[in-house]
């Protein structure tokens, strides 16, 4: 462990000699009266100036009679030990005391990490925490291990709390944060540039610094020496999210920036170096946050090599053909992902060879380095379209000594331009990604362009980074579910005129953090992605503050005489649980409709007994009672003793809501009848080439009502699907049960579910893209270059957000989903979508753990909904774009129990029907956000969310008054029409032109001043 604080010169001299004082005054900070008080008591328990082991232990078993401090005295020795010598003088002493006690906290922080380092490599692992936790144990004497406190879930824990990075472990970085050094090494040397993208880090880092640091970053930033680019709250997947929480988490970046540093600092350049694939509808995304280009690392093998021989790893993008030139985007693949080219790594954390530059040592390396970076920059030109290149000098945990870096690369850029003088062509220097861009911009190249997207990814032969499509599935649906909470807040903070935007915080943060490439694609450890759901719940916590105080206004009546009873969500309800109403005599079911459309749903709630429901005008509600099936009363940890439920058609007004009044009754009745009828986290690679099925033997029981037609199908004791037919609905619903998955033989598994139809698709089956745009797949195919299929099932596996398709002239199936999962059309005529995946091995691929979830020491299931609709192709958009849209928007629930024994005395009190809306608004328009900023103040985005030529009707441009719209909230006196993150007048948005093969250009002119060479 030595020599990780020692500060120079350690004395065995016992005596405190001027000299020696003097050295301990600049060592540990202490006065000189500190530390003679200090040398006094260490004298008396160690008279001869130095504390071995024995004697270190000794003093600690005074401490704690009661524990056993052995093993966690082992582990504080060696970080006392600074200098490896096997003792403790009094100056090791003093920093140990200086460092844990009386330090700041980076002293503090910075002793900690290096007595839990055990392995000193810069990092702490849960394997680390958990040995140190156990030691802690055993000096304090603690016996009760369990549950809590159980060592192992402590150290992951803690880990998940501060793990930034998603990584399973915590760096040193973490601790003293990069951004110190950074920040430093550019004060230093007004040549350096630096970037930086993930807000949820950099305002946790901001938030701690002095107003002299402050000051410090905002002169960076104005100067353009520290960029922010993409600029969200994380760097986000591509594959598994919604544009409208890619939106939000983009515009609560922006935001933070804007009020932060102002218009300097508004990224105009977005930067996906990480995720596993890159999406068409995030280009086009960002072509409307006013971004000039778009850079990301990974792309298809096949791809690469192919645009690598043909120089077209750089292009435009024209990534949406409803907007057109709106929403062109220059895009580039980097050379080497985000690393530094092969040996050019000068961080601390890698061992190339520094830039040795003194002739008088034998170590003098200089044109050797000089040489070989100059080859490295000639070998990446070969691929490229112009004289300039970017290189990427940065990596995972890079610049925890910036100073270091910097160095290095100042030497190296000084040697290299030094050639020139013997006829090198080549130029170095400090650079951005936005000034790249600029430079490629005035090279007045005429680019090559995309229209698909870049999905699947396979990184090597038969690699395909498919599995994480459906990775995780519950938190894929807990992520949904969060975000239908936040727009249902914001809009009833917003309608009310609540004004507590700042308690919506926490769940907007949480939800920018789920968007992350390793969170909502399921690509963490098993902790990581336990803190990002707990994450999630706490703002939802938070988010029902705002949602009591908003109902408390729109419910209450003028002659209400009693208070306001709370409102609460039913988590459970997907598994037919609500534990606070199982003993009610009476309750209410309060239903907000998030659109701008009225909509009826059958709503189904658990009960214990049996009710009279009342409509929000009085009517008793027609309302089946039915039994709620096994398989979902056995699911592990439903704690509910409700065996019925209600089902029940619920009508809600426009963006508003209707109340429903439960009262016991004293009789009861039913009205149904029955009639007779290696994978891992990223990777998806099926051992056999052909789906087993789950069962050969099935168990169906049909139900039939007034209200709905259901065949429940049980497969086997961990898998169940049911399907219903409502009245009057011409969709039919799909809710799947699955696992716990048995993996007893020792075999991970991928559950799908294959729909199987005589459509005569001809390979062809479409997808949509993140929630909006739809795009064509055809089986063993790729737009872009020659395909040879080497993987017939993952190569053809593709994201769903929101839908699934397969056609043919006169007939359609089109398939919703709740939550994002991968699938894909392996046959003509079929679809198959994969639901569950439970793998036993990690796939190499940078989680270093297997898929294997559980809950309740099995096997975690998960239920979801799939809805089936069958249309003519000319007919199908009007059903699955408004369908698909009430499924992620969906009403939100919310119950309460009021002290009021009739529904009489209830709606004489409480309004139990209201609409923001005076007028129906057209079916094409969709109410995206709505925010309230300040008082009187409203962030709103309002889109035609029907693309071109997919319907007759309602693919056409359409006008809306947005006072008719708006009308409860008050009279619109101004209106600014922003870019989409909402950071800057669209008026004065001027993006970069480009020029593309076939001689077009982007139209949108560039005026803007850049910091750039």
Known sequence: MGNKHGGGKSFSSTELTPAYIAILKGNTKFSESEIRQWYVRFRHDCPTGKLNRKKFVALYKQLYPHGKPDNFCKYAFDTFDTNGDGFIDFQEFLIAIRSTNQGNLDDHLAFFFDMYDTSGDGQIDEKELTKLITAMYDLLGEVDRDYDKDPRKRAADIIAKFDADARGEITRKGVQYILDSVVQALVDNSDRRFIYVEMAFFRRWWNQQSDDMHEKVKRLVNEGRLEFISGGWSMIDEATTHYNSIIDQHSLGAEFLHDTFGECARPKIGWQIDPFGHSREVASLFAQMGFDGYFFGRADYHDLIDRSVKRTREMVW??????????????????????????????????????MDDKNLHDYNVPERVETFIGAALAQAKVYATNHIIMTMGGDFFDQNAHEDFKNLDKLIHYVNLQQENGSDINVFYSTPSCYLYALNKAEKKWSTKTDDFFPYASTPSVYWTGYYTSRPALKRYERYANNILQVTRQLNGFSQSNLRNLIFDLSEAMGLAQHHDAVSGTSKQHVANDYAQRLSDGIDRAIEVINDAYGKLLSKEN????????????????????PIEEQKQFTLTLWNPTIHPVTIYYRVPVTRQYLIYDPIGNLVSAEYLIIPNTTKNIPGRMSSAQNQYLFLASLPALGYSTYYFEEKSYSHANSTPFSPASGAYIFRPLFPEALPVSVTRHINCTKTDTVQS????????????????RNTSAIEIEWIVGPIPIDDNIGKEIIIRYNTDINSEKKYYTDGNGRQVLERIRDYRPTWHYIPDDPISSNYYPINSRIWIRDQDRQLTILTDRSQGGGSIYDGSIEIMVHRRILHDDSMGVNEALNETAYDKGLVVSGKHILLFDRPSDSARLHRPCAQ???????????????????????????SWSA??????????????DQLAPKQYLVRV????????DELYSKPVTIDLQILFKSIGRINEMTELILTANLPLSELHRLVWMTKDKKSSHIDMLRKLHCH
């Open 943 to 950: 889109e035609h969310y029907f693309e071109l030529n997919e």
């Open 711 to 726: 065949a429940l199908i049980i497969f086997n004791e961990w898998t169940s699907q049911e399907f219903n037919l409502y």
């Open 318 to 355: 024209q990534a949406n053909p409803n907007l057109d030139r709106q929403s062109w985007l220059f895009t580039g693949i980097l050379p080497l992902y985000y690393l530094s080219p092969p040996s050019f790594c000068f961080d601390i954390t890698c061992s190339d060879q520094p830039i």
């Open 560 to 579: 209400r005489t009693i208070p306001i009873p709370n409102q609460f969500l039913c988590h459970y309800s997907n598994i037919s649980a609500c534990l």
């Open 917 to 930: 809306l005076s007028d129906a608004m057209p079916l094409n328009v969709h109410l995206l956000t709505f």
């Open 886 to 912: 009430q499924l992620f928007m969906h009403p939100l629930a919310t119950y309460s129990l009021p002290n009021i024994s009739s529904y009489t005395n209830y709606s004489a009190m409480f309004r139990q």
